[in-house]
């Protein structure tokens, strides 16, 4: 079945330190992921997506097909980077996907 | 542009009465349609999907119902609510980039 499992609740750390939130999947398909992220009182949104390659506001994501992982990085963490992190994993094919979202790690980046 | 929105933002209800949450999307036509659950603790799960008028999956059983009237209406409802139906209620849509684009959100409290 479908999976994403993200194993942290909670990561603290302190402002410009290396921050790895883990993202590990189950699918037997080619998997399509994201990161989705929610700050304080605004609505959850896109932040990158594997297909891209992209690194958005300093964080990169590489898939691992091996290990089965999509692990999101950023080597020196900011305090406006605290927010709650989805892994998502796209599920099904052309118009018809559905997204299966991890339950969440809540980024904490202290001063 | 396209922008979505959900209303109400705050719901406070009894326990057994009924639910209706609604969502509409301007500005693209024939969006695939989603109602996520965020309860405490246990993230994102998908609640229902729609591909299209009428066209309504549910991905969990639950005392909930969806339905769609309009190509970019999307109504979560309840006859009787029960205490466990309580979370933040998103609705989202996607079109063909895969990419979902959610809306603010509405806070559901079952008393």
């Known amino acids: 079945a479908q999976r994403v499992t993200q194993p942290e609740k909670l990561l603290s750390v302190f402002k410009g330190a290396p921050v790895e939130l883990k993202c590990n999947y189950s699918y037997s398909g080619s998997p399509e992921l994201f990161w989705y992220v929610q700050y304080s009182r605004q609505r959850l949104q896109l932040l990158l997506r594997h297909i891209s390659r992209e690194s958005i506001k300093g964080f990169t994501a590489d898939l691992n097909k091996g290990e089965t992982s999509f692990h999101l990085k950023k080597p020196f963490a900011q305090e406006e980077d605290s927010a709650m992190y989805y892994c998502a994993l796209l599920w099904g094919s052309g118009n018809t996907g559905k997204l299966i979202f991890g339950q969440g790690t809540t980024l904490q980046v202290k001063p | 542009s396209q922008t979505i929105h959900q209303w109400p933002a705050t719901l406070v209800q009894p326990v057994g009465s009924p639910l209706s949450l609604e969502c509409t999307v301007e500005?693209?036509?024939?969006?695939?349609l989603y109602w996520y659950r965020q309860a405490a603790g246990r993230g994102l799960q998908l609640l229902f999907y729609s591909v299209g008028i009428g066209q309504i999956s549910s991905e969990v059983p639950q005392n909930l119902s969806a339905s769609r009237p309009q190509d970019r209406q999307f109504i979560l409802s309840s006859k009787k609510l029960l205490l466990s139906d309580s979370g933040f209620y998103l609705c989202a849509w996607s079109g063909s980039g895969n990419t979902i684009y959610f809306g603010e959100g509405s806070w559901l409290t079952v008393v």
């Open positions: 500005g693209t036509s024939n969006p695939n």
